[in-house]
C-alpha cells in the first residue's frame, strides 16, 4: 500500500513522526493538497469509519499539531475515512484514547485494511511502536475483521459503552 502524508510542519521537528517515517522513504511527504495522491484520507472529522472494504491501494494521513487539527485542515482530496476507538501509545498521549501520532493512524489504517506486515514495519521505528499494537491487538483485529464501516462502528460502540 503506498503511504502519503499531507505535512503541515506545524509541531515539533524532533517528535514528528511523519518526518522520521520519511527519512527512512516508508512514506511521502506532501508540502500541498494539490500535490497529495487521491486516496483514502484518515479524517477525524470523517462521516463513516474505516473499514476493510475501503483497501484501494493508497492511504493519506494529515499531520499537523493537535491544536490545529481542526475540521478545515482536512480539505484533502480523497475518500474520507475515521479511524475507531483506538489507544495512543505514544510518550506525549499514552493512554488517551483517539490521540494518534501520524504513525500510529497509518499503521491502524494498515491493520485495518488487512496488511499488518507493513504497520509493524513502520512502528518498529520507535520504541513504542509496539505497544500501540500490543494495547491495541482485540480492537484492531476485531476492526479487521468487519465488512464494511456500520460493522466498525458496531464494535467500536462495545469500547465506547465501557
Known sequence: MDLHVRYEGDDDPEKCTARK???????DLHRSDRAT???VV???HAERALSPADAN???VAL????????EARFSIPGTHRALP??????PVNFGKPFRLTTV???????VILGDRPHAERLLAKFTWGETFLELNAEPLRRYADCADSEAV???QAEYLDR
Open 21 to 27: 517515517l520519511a527519512r527512512f522513504d516508508l512514506v
Open 37 to 39: 495522491p487521491y486516496g
Open 42 to 44: 484518515l479524517n477525524p
Open 57 to 59: 491501494g493508497t492511504l
Open 63 to 70: 499531520d499537523c499539531s493537535w491544536e490545529s487539527a481542526g
Open 85 to 90: 476507538y483506538l489507544v495512543a501509545a505514544n
Open 104 to 110: 500510529e493512524a497509518l499503521a491502524a489504517g494498515l
Open 153 to 155: 462502528v458496531a464494535v
